[in-house]
């Protein structure tokens, strides 16, 4: 939101005075972004917010910081701490560049890990009983996701790479390439909505407009020739793995072995 007021708002902007800068802030938000449709939800924040304002009410609260007893401990770049040489994974996006850190206590068996800016408890794990133990929690991390090449991949695999589609992410990268990844994202959801054939002349059509935007060949398609009947499947767990755990191992013919000991 900062940077979107910075670059959209105030650069070039003369300043006066405090309270104009916010009220020229407000109406420009009125006109440009809270007044406007939103391009994937189809709905104006404003209307949006009119709709919810009843239901929420301002934080009092006051942040609780961790109890006396609690020691601090550096989280590393892997989402991980070092406690009493044990590593206890702490959730995703706990760390923070250099010099994040959390408070640490052991409470009936377990070690818990508070944030040492709210005293907030980020998780929970048993104390390890083996010296130099792993302490994994999988249910806070975040799954790992397929790369780029991945997904680039299964699209031109369901396409038997058609050049209009590798044009297409060609373009799409070179144009936009912060939301390249969105994007062949979201193609790939719906990439078995609809026939090999149907996707192509979408790529075609916005090849020929200029429009690298996944949802706009998604609605392309769904209007012109509308969804396959079986709809879209999930990806095997084979199709996620990287290209290098796919390869089969070699088979021996068995009459090799027989004619050697014949």
């Known amino acids: 939101m900062v940077k979107y007021i910075k670059y959209g708002f105030l650069r ?4 006066t005075n405090i309270e104009m800068l916010n009220e020229s802030a407000l109406r420009w938000l009125a006109r440009t972004a809270n007044g406007l449709p939103h391009s994937t939800t189809k709905r104006i924040p404003a209307e949006a ?4 304002q009843p239901y929420l009410a301002p934080y009092t609260d ?3 910081h961790p109890q006396d007893g609690m020691k601090e401990y550096l989280v590393r770049k892997d989402n991980t701490i070092n406690f009493h040489s044990h590593f206890h994974n702490v959730p995703t996006g706990t760390f923070n560049g250099d010099g994040t850190f959390v408070w640490v206590c052991v409470k009936e068996g377990h070690v ?3 944030s040492n800016e709210t005293g907030k408890m980020l998780c929970r794990h048993q104390v390890a009983r083996i010296p130099g133990q792993a302490i994994l929690d999988e249910t806070i991390q975040r799954p790992k996701l397929p790369g ?7 699209i031109l695999s369901y396409l038997e790479g058609n050049a209009l589609e590798a ?7 070179d144009t936009n390439p912060g939301y390249y990844r969105a994007n062949i994202t979201r193609v790939n ?15 075609e059509v916005c090849l020929d407009k200029g429009d ?9 398609c769904e209007r012109h020739f509308g969804r396959n009947p079986r709809g879209p499947r999930e990806p095997s767990l084979t199709e996620l793995l990287p290209e290098s755990l796919q390869q089969m191992p070699r088979r021996s013919n068995i009459n090799d072995y027989k004619s050697i000991f014949a």
């Open 12 to 15: 070039g902007r003369e300043f």
């Open 49 to 52: 917010f009119k709709e919810e």
């Open 62 to 64: 006051t942040p609780v």
């Open 112 to 114: 818990e890990i508070h």
């Open 148 to 154: 780029r090449k991945e997904l680039e991949n299964y």
């Open 167 to 173: 044009m297409w992410l060609k373009n799409l990268y």
């Open 189 to 203: 959801t719906e990439l078995e909505s609809f026939l090999p054939e149907h996707l192509i002349k979408g790529f």
């Open 212 to 220: 690298y935007n996944a949802n706009d060949l998604i609605n392309y």
